[in-house]
């Protein structure tokens, strides 16, 4: 059964870079998913920050690019998120993800990790 | 457009159908996804696909399309069924993905 786990700091300061990695157990990170990362501000709804596969290829939500990077670890079977330049506005939980793409069907997300919730404060 | 709407909230009584819709052009072409959180816990997949209910999900949910409507539909709504609920669009490109607003299901 694959397992996904964030870690990383829990309070970012504004300007700054919020880093995250989602180590994955149960599954080899190599196995021809792509794997992501979505979030959710407090009280809202939830939103798709971008996703990779194991050759580096990326997709990042039009909204956030510029700001971050996703990459991967296949050595240590994890993945990374970096977002920089955070304001307030980046204040959620993270989530990692399983992601279907491009499978048939390739819209789903499944599993998702416990989520780790960020605060960007000063 | 790519936004994907959903009603903000739904109830239905203990045991009977019910149907929690998603509208949006994208869906005229693709299939939704449908995702379940409950309070303080992370979303769990619930249905994708035409027809693909993910292991350990329960036959109750089921999920149908017709024109910009996906739709969840839970028969025979139970009390652990009460939660919010989410659709979600992708095209086959890959990169454009979006989530629709969240219904909050409430089971009376």
């Known amino acids: 059964q694959v397992h996904l786990q964030e870690s990383g700091p829990g309070l970012v300061r504004p300007s700054e870079t919020l880093s995250l990695t989602c180590i994955v157990s149960g599954s080899f990170i190599s196995n021809g998913y792509y794997w992501g990362w979505i979030r959710q501000p407090p009280g809202k709804g939830l939103e798709w920050i971008g996703s990779?596969?194991?050759?580096?290829?990326?997709f990042y939500n039009p909204s956030l690019r510029g700001r971050v990077t996703i990459s991967v670890d296949t050595s240590k079977n994890q993945f990374s998120l970096n977002l920089k330049s955070v304001t307030a506005a980046d204040t959620a939980v993270y989530y990692c993800?399983?992601?279907?793409?491009?499978?048939?069907?390739?819209?789903?997300?499944?599993?998702w990790g416990q989520g780790t919730r960020v605060t960007v404060s000063s | 457009s790519s936004e994907l709407t959903q009603d903000p909230a739904v109830s239905v009584a203990l045991g009977q159908t019910v149907r929690i819709t998603c509208q949006g052009d994208s869906l005229r072409n693709y299939y939704a996804s449908w995702y379940q959180q409950t309070p303080g816990q992370a979303p769990v997949l619930v249905f994708y696909?035409?027809?693909n209910r993910p292991s350990g999900i329960p036959d109750r949910f089921s999920g149908s399309s017709s024109g910009n409507t996906a739709s969840l539909t839970i028969t025979g709504a139970q009390a652990e069924d009460e939660a919010d609920y989410y659709c979600c669009f992708r095209d086959s490109s890959g990169d454009h993905v979006v989530f629709g607003g969240g219904t909050k299901l409430t089971v009376l």
């Open positions: 990779i596969y194991l050759s580096g290829n990326t």
């Open positions: 696909g035409k027809n």
């Open positions: 993800v399983r992601d279907g793409f491009p499978g048939d069907p390739f819209n789903w997300f499944d599993p």
